[in-house]
């Protein structure tokens, strides 16, 4: 809990990846994004029901999973309480480059103005998502902990959001060409001379195409190269290795970063949730963490 009762709400999304534990620990205002599968819609509930890798061992078996935007109403439903009890509302949403649900936040906020002029709703586009999102609202939310004012907090997420990165590669290149990403030529040669995609979170809040390499022993070691040329004070920070039911590899990710950052304060290993792990596949692994500034 904060150490001083701010003025406001402090909220996310759950497109932030971050883990239920987090959220209970520190009580963070969430919005529970959904998903579609097999027909059946769900909310991504931050790892709560334990289902991750049944998640990913049913993509593995064929099922697609469809992501969707949250309608303006469901916005409003979680709002407008804050407003009712006095309260304004700082909200760190995932990038708006890689859905509109950003406009439904917007329209909103339009919709509550009317009806509450003295609230204030100030949005932030972290121009990320998974771990760089929660990266930065764990910092973040770090100041609100301390009492610092809503304009401050934004001011510091706005500074600081294109040093969080990610870099992230796939196992298989047909959930890359399902969601658009890469042409199915691109994919069947990919395929067949098992090039393994680099991807990064660009400047725009994109995911896109950094290099690509062969092999996936070859990607894990550019990964690893990659973070130890970005990474800044890597003794004051955790970084955080995200992977779609693919433990080995991110412990061997791990291994290899250590290699090259031994002064790394820690390492957390997670699964991706439903949303960046729908578009990716079950095989994706990432290392994410503050840097410099994006290179792409």
């Not at 906020?109 to 003295?118: S, T």
């Not at 401050?152 to 040093?163: P, Q």
């Not at 250590?258 to 957390?268: F, H, N, S």
Request: hydrophobic share 40%; with cysteine.
């Amino acid at each position: 809990m904060p150490d001083k009762e701010p003025g406001y709400v402090f909220m996310t999304d759950s497109d932030s990846d971050l883990p239920y534990r987090y959220v209970d620990e520190l009580k963070i205002t969430m919005v529970y994004m959904p998903y579609m599968l097999d027909g059946q819609e769900y909310l991504d509930d931050l790892g709560r029901s334990g289902k991750q890798k049944e998640y990913f061992d049913n993509m593995r078996q064929g099922a697609v999973p469809i992501t969707s935007l949250l309608p303006t109403v469901a916005y409003v439903e979680y709002f407008e309480p804050c407003f009712q009890a006095g309260k304004d509302i700082l909200f760190l949403a995932f990038s708006s480059q890689l859905s509109g649900t950003i406009h439904n936040i917007y329209a909103a906020r339009e919709e509550l103005m009317v009806k509450y002029p003295d609230r204030r709703l100030v949005v932030v586009d972290t121009l990320s998502i998974s771990a760089p999102q929660f990266i930065l609202v764990l910092r973040a939310y770090e100041l609100y902990r301390q009492g610092k004012a809503l304009d401050d907090v934004a001011a510091w997420t706005e500074e600081n959001k294109l040093n969080a990165q990610a870099w992230v590669t796939v196992e298989d290149l047909k959930y890359l060409r399902r969601g658009g990403r890469i042409s199915a030529v691109t994919a069947t040669m990919g395929t067949m001379m098992d090039l393994k995609p680099i991807i990064v979170e660009s400047r725009e809040g994109k995911m896109v195409n950094a290099d690509k390499v062969r092999g996936r022993k070859a990607a894990l070691r550019y990964i690893a190269d990659k973070t130890a040329e970005n990474i800044l004070n890597p003794e004051d920070q955790t970084l955080i290795i995200m992977h779609g039911d693919t433990m080995e590899d991110a412990a061997r990710l791990e291994a290899l970063i250590r290699e090259r950052v031994p002064d790394l304060k820690a390492v957390e290993i997670m699964f991706v949730g439903p949303v960046i792990g729908a578009h990716c596949g079950p095989g994706t692994v990432a290392a994410c963490f503050l840097g410099k500034e994006r290179p792409l």
